[in-house]
């Protein structure tokens, strides 16, 4: 079955950086777009960040635009998001997912920007 494992979450400073991680398993990786989404406290999941299925093509939230970049390694069947500029907004669990999936979510990974 579909396994999604987030890592690479912790407490950082405002303007600090991080990068999350993304192991995937029970599919193949390299045929499916993958999106990372946040969830922050008493707020709804939103879609941070979505990669092509080659990594040839992103899209981003207008919010993380300019700050976050989504990757991915298809031999490793590892997705990434590096997270720069970090701002106490982006504080929130963030999980990842096939793009447009009814995938079950992960556990998350947390992402605390606070000084």
């Known amino acids: 079955q579909v396994q999604l494992v987030e890592s690479g979450g912790g407490l950082v400073q405002p303007g600090g950086s991080l990068r999350l991680s993304c192991a995937a398993s029970g599919f193949t990786f390299s045929f499916y777009a993958m999106s990372w989404y946040r969830q922050a406290p008493g707020k709804g999941r939103e879609l941070v960040a979505t990669v092509s299925n080659t990594g040839g093509s992103t899209n981003y939230a207008d919010s993380v635009k300019g700050r976050f970049t989504i990757s991915r390694d298809n031999a490793r069947n590892t997705v990434y998001l590096q997270m720069n500029s970090l701002k106490p907004e982006d504080t929130a669990v963030y999980y990842c997912?096939?793009?447009?999936?009814?995938?079950?979510w992960g556990q998350g990974t947390q992402v605390t920007v606070s000084s």
């Open positions: 997912r096939r793009a447009l999936s009814s995938d079950s």
